[in-house]
């Protein structure tokens, strides 16, 4: 079975602290890894799509990496408008239109 | 301005009221999708369609109905809502073949 898992569930930093989120994932075949940005109140605001091992795609302070077995999402000094879940989400080969998230990461940057 | 609009966005019903949550989309994707998100489990897709007359069941339809006539739009029916269906829902959708789902606000539904 499909499974995506998200670790630490939460995550509280200095401003200026670097940290890395984990999403690991166990899936039949991989046809690509995203990552979402989600304020509260809001929906999910698409960040990176990551298709095969060793890709990197960064943006401003974060930036993602993958291996065959999980992705992480750095954040390099954040500061608090960082503040934010991160959501991961797995893709198929199996069925294009199936996407299968994560719990999340809720992370807090303190000034 | 592109974007994704849910309606209503707050809803407090009783179990066994139907009701009708409608999604729209003004960018001319093919593709659209609901989820539920619930504390702890994340998000969780109900149901998706690849393009008009075109859907199926994601990992838990179970008490959901949708249809897709126009390809704007991309309602989500619930015809005998149970408590256990209050939760916070959001449509998203993207072209054929993209990367980037775009996800409306999203519309709080309590089933008392």
């Known amino acids: 079975e499909d499974q995506v898992t998200q670790s630490p569930e939460a995550l509280r930093l200095q401003e200026g602290e670097s940290s890395s989120l984990n999403c690991s994932y166990t899936v039949s075949g991989l046809r690509g890894l995203f990552w979402y940005r989600q304020d509260p109140g809001k929906g999910p605001e698409f960040l990176f799509t990551l298709y095969s091992a060793g890709e990197e795609k960064e943006k401003e302070r974060l930036k993602a990496t993958l291996t065959k077995k999980e992705s992480f999402l750095h954040i390099t000094a954040p500061k608090p408008e960082d503040s934010a879940t991160y959501l991961c989400a797995v893709q198929t080969t199996d069925s294009w239109g199936k996407f299968q998230f994560g719990a999340g990461t809720q992370v807090v940057v303190t000034p | 301005e592109a974007q994704v609009t849910q309606n209503p966005r707050y809803l407090i019903t009783v179990t066994g009221k139907k009701l009708t949550v409608t999604c729209s989309q003004n960018m001319n994707h093919e593709y659209m999708s609901w989820y539920r998100q619930d504390p702890g489990l994340g998000l969780r897709q109900i149901y998706y369609s690849m393009n008009v007359e075109v859907t199926d069941k994601g990992d838990v339809p179970e008490g959901y109905k949708v249809s897709r006539k126009e390809k704007r739009n991309f309602p989500l029916i619930l015809e005998s809502p149970s408590p256990n269906q209050t939760s916070l829902y959001f449509c998203?959708?993207?072209?054929?073949?993209?990367?980037?789902?775009?996800f409306g606000p999203g519309t709080r539904l309590t089933v008392l």
């Open positions: 998203a959708s993207t072209t054929y073949g993209g990367n980037e789902q775009f």
